[in-house]
Every structure is written in structure tokens, then in C-alpha cells.
């Protein structure tokens, strides 16, 4: 028996079984872009027919974070295996785009909310409603915004929405009245910075860092973006955003957002007019969200001791903000905690964390370079 049971759900959340024997088990929470779970259990009929595509794995110790089931490999290569993969529940808002050009503005956990309640929760074609789905409380992020896109994924949208200001989301179970529960949310800060909430430090000096990577790179960083708007030729709308870089600290990127209109139909079938005023806030919102996935790469990659002084899930998680030392490079970070990966093995179980700046992945390259 594994250290952690995972229970299996079907799409309706009904629980279907519990895997407490797998050859390993890894799991990503991550604040900036979508966590996944990969499981290898052996290869047999039950674990076959119990981990079918679209259930829904979650720890036993954790019910609102669930997994759903993307890809099931049986393979033979070192004895019959069932490799899973699944990817956190955020990833059904991807199953809906945001459709046609839509506009939202006010405090920015209503802007995100009202994506999701007009594209899945309440759209005007109810063949799109996400069933199950429910829009959480707000938690009082006070950042106000106006947003707007055209035929993007919800939820790629709303990662670029939240990269943006620094905060995240997710799709939440909740398992007593078996519901999906979209929820805005901000870590908190435990940085030496501030002295409201308990400091907590990681560095190898306090025995809570067993070994620590540090990245510091401005190969894809942009400073200065150059948006495209509605309109041809000389009769092009553009907007500079950060246009106060000069000389070689000046790195521009070229957006193109001619998806983004000053004359639309809104998802209600009415026809909106903006303002000029009103077009270039939503051109340069564009280009800071496009901006915020070119940031410099600062980030130390760290596997630490789970039960030191500070214990995860208990004096930190996910999201908030911390402060990272390394004495040898004479660096401290004060920093939020980007993912955490917890590794389940039966030889042991490991927990790396990312501390600071996104570190794009090839795939997340690709998709940039697509949109």
C-alpha cells in the first residue's frame, strides 16, 4: 500500500473506487498554467476498467483538487502497465471558447467570473453549459480591468487574465453536493517583507532545502508590445504598451489583436459601439496579458524536506508568497511558489518547488507562438 490513497470518480462525481497500490505517483499543483497527475499502476482488468477516460482522480486527503482522465497507455515494456495521465480540473473550461469578440470590465474576479457564467455556466445556447458547474464567492481581490477576446479557449483566457495580475483560479470539487466550483484566489504572503502573516524562509542553511537549481534568463523576456488593431493599412489602429524602455532595454514584441473590434455583437445578439477611449483600454489590457508571458526568468527549482519546520499544506502552499535564500550565490528571493510536485514512490516520496518566474515549457512556446 502506497502513502496516499486516490479515490476515482466519474464525471457526475460519484466515487467508483480507491487505487491504495501504484507503482508511482506524481502530482503538479501549479498557480500560473494547469497542474496534471500521472499515475503507473499494473496493468490489470480492474485498474483498466476503474481508470477509463473523463474520471476524475483526487488524493483521498484533498477532494477538491480532482485530475480528470485524459490518456490511459497499457504498455509491457517493464512488466504490464496502465500509464495514466490526467490534468487538473481547470482544464474542462478548455472544452468552450470564449465565443465570438466579448468585453467585460469592473473587479477583475467578476470580469473572469462573467467568462466563464455567459461561455459555460449560463450561455445562451445551452448545449454549451458545463454541467455541474457552479461560479464560487468572490475572495476580495481588489484589481479592477477590462478584458476582451475573440475565439479563445475560456480557459487558456483566463490563465493570461490572472498571469496578468498575479492571482489564479480553479475548478473546485465539492463533493456534498457534488458540484464543480470555478473560484478565484490569491496566495497569501509569508514573505520577511511583510508582518502580518508568519515568515517562512527556505534555504539550505535552515535544513529545509535538500537541493536547489537557480535560473536567471531573458532569452524570451519582452518589455515594450506593439498592438495591432482593427482596420487596414494606414488606416490600422495601434497602441504601444511600456513605451517609456529605450535603447537596449528596450525588447518588443509585435501583438496582433486585429480579433478585437470598436463594433461588435455581444453574446446577446446586441450590437455594442465602443468609445475610442474605450477600444485603446481594451487594446493595451491585450498587450500587458500578452506581455505577462514574456516576463524575465527568475526562479530557483528546489526539492525540500516536506516535514521540516514548515510543513506543506499546513504553514505554506501553493500561491503564496515566500522568502528563498542561497547563501552561495548571495541571492534572497521574496517570491511566490509557482508549483509544487509531489512524488509518490514505493521507494519514497519526494516535493519539488518552483520558487519565482514561470519557466516556459516547450509546449507552452508552441502555443505562444501559434496565437
Same mark, same amino acid.
Given at each position: 500500500? =502506497?502513502?496516499i490513497e486516490l479515490y476515482v470518480f466519474d464525471a457526475n462525481l460519484n466515487r467508483l473506487g480507491i487505487i491504495d497500490t501504484y507503482i508511482s505517483c506524481s502530482i503538479e499543483m501549479h498557480y500560473k498554467k494547469l497542474g496534471s497527475l500521472n499515475l503507473i499502476v499494473n496493468g490489470s482488468n480492474d485498474n483498466l476498467s476503474l481508470l477509463q477516460k473523463g474520471n476524475i482522480i &483526487?488524493?483521498?486527503?484533498?477532494?477538491q483538487h480532482g485530475y480528470v482522465i485524459e490518456t490511459v497507455q497499457y &504498455? !509491457? &515494456? %517493464? *512488466?504490464?502497465e496502465l500509464n495514466i495521465i490526467a490534468s487538473s480540473l481547470n482544464k474542462l473550461l478548455n472544452r +468552450?471558447?470564449?465565443?465570438g469578440q466579448q468585453e467585460f470590465n469592473g473587479n477583475v474576479e467578476n470580469v473572469m467570473k462573467s467568462f466563464v457564467q455567459v461561455n459555460a455556466v449560463n450561455p445562451s445556447n445551452t448545449k454549451r453549459i458545463i454541467p455541474n458547474l457552479l461560479i464560487g464567492a468572490n475572495k476580495g481581490i481588489a484589481i479592477t480591468t477590462t478584458e476582451g477576446t475573440t475565439n479563445n479557449y475560456l480557459g487558456d483566457y483566463?490563465? !493570461?487574465? %490572472? =498571469?496578468?495580475?498575479d492571482i489564479s483560479f480553479d475548478v473546485l470539487i465539492d463533493i456534498s453536493t457534488k458540484k464543480f466550483v470555478f473560484t478565484t484566489w490569491q *496566495?497569501?504572503? +509569508?514573505? &520577511?517583507l511583510q508582518t502580518? =502573516?508568519?515568515h517562512v524562509i527556505f534555504s539550505k542553511e535552515f535544513d529545509n532545502v535538500l537541493t536547489q537549481n537557480y535560473t536567471d534568463s531573458n532569452s524570451d523576456y519582452r518589455t515594450t508590445a506593439i498592438v495591432a488593431g482593427e482596420g487596414e493599412g494606414a488606416e490600422r489602429v495601434y497602441l504601444t504598451v511600456n513605451d517609456t524602455f529605450t535603447g537596449l532595454n528596450r525588447f518588443e514584441l509585435p501583438v496582433d489583436a486585429r480579433d478585437l473590434q470598436s463594433t461588435y455583437t455581444d453574446e446577446n445578439n446586441t450590437e455594442v459601439t465602443l468609445t475610442p477611449a474605450e477600444y485603446q483600454t481594451l487594446l493595451s489590457e491585450r498587450g500587458k496579458n500578452t506581455l505577462s508571458e514574456y516576463e524575465n526568468i527568475n526562479t530557483f527549482e528546489s526539492e525540500v524536506d516536506p516535514i521540516a519546520q514548515f510543513i506543506y499544506n499546513i504553514d505554506y502552499k501553493l500561491g503564496d508568497k515566500v522568502s528563498v535564500i542561497n547563501k552561495d550565490l548571495g541571492l534572497t528571493m521574496h517570491t511566490r511558489i509557482v508549483s509544487c510536485i509531489e512524488t509518490y514512490q514505493r521507494k519514497g =516520496?519526494?516535493?519539488?518547488i518552483d520558487f519565482g518566474d514561470n519557466i516556459p515549457s516547450f509546449i507552452d512556446k508552441v502555443k505562444r507562438a501559434v496565437k
Open positions: 500500500m =502506497n502513502d &483526487t488524493k483521498s486527503d484533498d477532494l &504498455t !509491457e &515494456t %517493464a *512488466g504490464k +468552450r471558447i470564449v465565443l483566463l490563465y !493570461e487574465i %490572472a =498571469n496578468k495580475f *496566495g497569501i504572503d +509569508r514573505s &520577511t502580518v =502573516n508568519d =516520496n519526494s516535493l519539488q
